[in-house]
């Protein structure tokens, strides 16, 4: 894999909730020509795309272990509880596992910053309570993998906000935040969230907000506050949550996952 280039598993498209269809090799060749394809068109990548949605393919005569899809969660510095709520990623890979075709393994994988292996994850994903700090040579690097294909999401569990905007200024002084709106398709990618980002914990009341950093139109961040989405994928005993509040907490997290692997 090329240095700074993002290992992702490729592009796919949603048709209804539960209906997910593969591109034809005539508008596979044709979406190759796009250049958000070209930069990701490598054997490897290929393989690993048809791996992961098609895990009992012919790929399984291949003589290569099986690639199994997952999300990374960074270890960031500063004093902040980055391990936050450990069940959360394990809980919604098997949601995902049992409500989409995608392969995926049963586990989180962890990562810092200055980590190569950050390009191995075509989704990282940050939640805790309070501090962060990025040293310049974190900034850059994850500035690299956004920039390169990459896609963070971040969760704001209650004391996180004012330090994640702080550091995320590190990583692009040239971005402003912009709040999504409801039309935006990261709601609408698998399943339908007409009133965007459902609310899973009050904290200080008022609505949920979600925001977005872009980079030459692609959504690279996305950042939801006052909502605390990934504490409704935690196991049920740990917050309480009741059931339909942590169904849509884990749909929401499906969507996100989706939607990045998308586009």
């Not at 909730?17 to 796009?34: D, F, G, M, N």
């Not at 191995?120 to 850059?140: D, K, L, N």
């Not at 506050?225 to 169904?247: K, L, Q």
Request: proline fraction near 7%.
């Amino acid at each position: 894999m090329a240095k700074g280039r993002i290992n992702r598993p490729g592009s796919w498209r949603g048709e209804a909730a539960s209906k997910r269809a593969w591109k034809s090799p005539p508008a596979l060749k044709k979406l190759a020509e796009k250049k958000s394809f070209q930069r990701f068109a490598s054997l490897g990548f290929l393989l690993l795309w048809a791996n992961l949605f098609f895990p009992c393919s012919i790929l399984e005569a291949q003589t290569q272990p099986q690639s199994a899809f997952t999300i990374a969660r960074v270890k960031y510095r500063g004093g902040g509880d980055w391990y936050n709520d450990p069940s959360c990623i394990p809980n919604l890979l098997k949601f995902m596992r049992q409500n989409t075709t995608m392969h995926l393994d049963q586990d989180e994988r962890q990562v810092a910053l200055t980590d190569h292996e950050l390009f191995a994850y075509p989704i990282i994903f940050m939640t805790g309570h309070g501090r962060m700090q990025f040293s310049p040579e974190e900034a850059q690097q994850l500035r690299r993998y956004l920039t390169g294909g990459g896609f963070l999401y971040a969760d704001d569990d209650y004391g996180m906000d004012k330090f994640f905007r702080e550091e995320m200024a590190k990583v692009f002084p040239d971005k402003k935040w912009v709040e999504l709106p409801f039309s935006h398709p990261i709601y609408h990618s698998h399943f339908e969230f007409t009133g965007g980002v459902p609310k899973t914990h009050e904290h200080d009341g008022g609505p949920p907000k979600a925001f977005g950093l872009f980079h030459e139109g692609r959504l690279i961040v996305y950042y939801t506050w006052n909502t605390n989405i990934s504490d409704g994928w935690a196991d049920p005993e740990v917050h309480g949550d009741p059931p339909e509040v942590r169904e849509q907490a884990l749909r929401m997290g499906t969507n996100i996952v989706v939607y990045a692997l998308m586009n």
